[in-house]
């Protein structure tokens, strides 16, 4: 229920929204940089403040060269049809973000497929990758690249880690297969795991890092890896219509992301564990503690009684927002725009919803 005010903007009631961390407002600084940033067309490669995300970006990840796209599904397509082309395939978790949430873009844009691989909490295990990996053979579809999301998110928000990453990059190199990291939120792992953005990065090829998700830019994704791999990409970005020209004011807010609220993501992770030890404890309500390693909350709530939809319709009722996540799943998503007391209310709200179900 968001209601017209009077200039004509939406606004929304007093709500806890946490749907996700891609509903976070830009900063009031983020909108100034935003007003005043130094532009030039950047399809042209002269927006000094594209530039300057772009270094800034490879330079915090250990990449030689970056590129702004429009989105976080824009940057894993782009480097996706970049390493893969048409007949080749991608192996890739069974619940990645590319095979659920692109629109199929990989088997519409590169034209390749996936090779699903259930995982352990999102991580791929690596001799089922070792074993996914083609022999040549007329029959076969090359493999083409291993896709690693980190944190992954329908596995819970749980961080890939290094020691899992490593044992990929060698089978990786063993047959001469690249690796692409969806760091949709790396930065939430990287703070969350205390190892560096960039060690993590190291042991793949390419990264894609949201902007605008935890990190409260409005818009935006940067894919960073060798220079080369880049100016390809850069064509793929075209292709797609991902050139943009005065893109420095989407450019701005993004450099303000990565400088300035990369640690304070640590906030959003104790209120997801506030959130998590709390649902915990509501009966009919299940939450594996052992997942909740950084901003994302799954709830198991089939013990309500309730379908996940009517769930999160009567939270909904109670002035808080969450997302059905599949059969008896809820997600929630802690970010900027959501405080402990926002959490606190979230949590007694969910407790009530919780009770309401098994009582009927
Ligand atoms: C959000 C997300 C993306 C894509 O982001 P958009 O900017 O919404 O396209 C990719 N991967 C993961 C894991 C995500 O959570």
């Known amino acids: 229920m968001s209601i ?31 007003a005043e940033a130094e532009v030039g067309d950047d399809v042209y490669g002269e927006d000094p403040t594209v530039r300057r995300l772009e270094e800034l970006a490879a330079e915090m990840l250990g ?14 397509q782009v480097a996706i049809a970049t390493h893969a082309g048409r007949g080749e395939e991608v192996i890739a978790e069974a619940n990645s973000h590319i095979f659920h949430y692109e629109a199929a873009a990989v088997a519409a844009i590169a034209g ?19 074993q996914a990996i083609r022999e040549p053979d007329i029959h076969h579809p090359r493999t083409a690249l291993i896709e690693v ?17 490593r044992a990929l990059r060698e089978i990786a190199d063993r047959h001469g297969v690249p690796i692409h990291i969806d760091g949709a939120r790396l930065f939430n792992a990287a703070v969350a795991s205390g190892v560096p953005a960039r060690r993590f990065a190291e042991l793949a090829d390419t990264v894609q890092v949201c902007l605008s ?57 104790a209120n ?21 390693q950084t901003n994302i909350v799954l709830a198991e709530i089939s013990g309500t009684g309730l379908a996940a939809d009517a769930f999160v319709a009567a939270l909904r009722q109670e002035g808080v927002l969450a997302s059905a996540f599949g059969e008896g799943l809820v997600r929630f998503v802690t970010h900027r725009d959501v405080d402990r007391a926002g959490v606190l209310r979230a949590l007694d709200a969910a407790a009530r919803v919780a009770k309401g179900g098994v009582r009927a």
């Open 4 to 34: 017209l005010v009077g200039n004509g903007a939406l606004r929304l009631p007093d709500w806890v929204d946490l749907r996700s961390d891609t509903v976070t407002k830009p900063t009031d600084e983020m909108r100034r940089a935003m």
């Open 63 to 76: 990449k030689e060269a970056g590129l702004l796209v429009t989105s976080g599904t824009q940057g894993n």
């Open 149 to 165: 999301e980190n944190t992954h998110n329908r596995a819970g928000g749980t961080v890939i880690p290094l020691d899992n990453l």
């Open 213 to 269: 998700k935890g990190l409260c830019a409005p818009v935006g994704s940067v894919l960073v890896g060798p220079r080369d791999f880049i100016e390809a990409a850069r064509q793929w970005r075209k292709r797609l219509g991902g050139g943009m020209r005065q893109a420095g004011v989407i450019a701005a807010p993004g450099i303000l992301a990565l400088t300035q609220m990369v640690d304070r993501l640590a906030e959003d992770h």
């Open 112 to 130: 390749a497929q996936i090779r699903q691989i259930p995982g352990v909490r999102g991580a791929l295990p690596p001799e089922a990758v070792a």
């Open 272 to 292: 997801a564990r506030v959130l998590a030890e709390g649902l915990a404890e509501v009966p009919g309500m299940r939450v594996d503690l052992e997942t909740v």
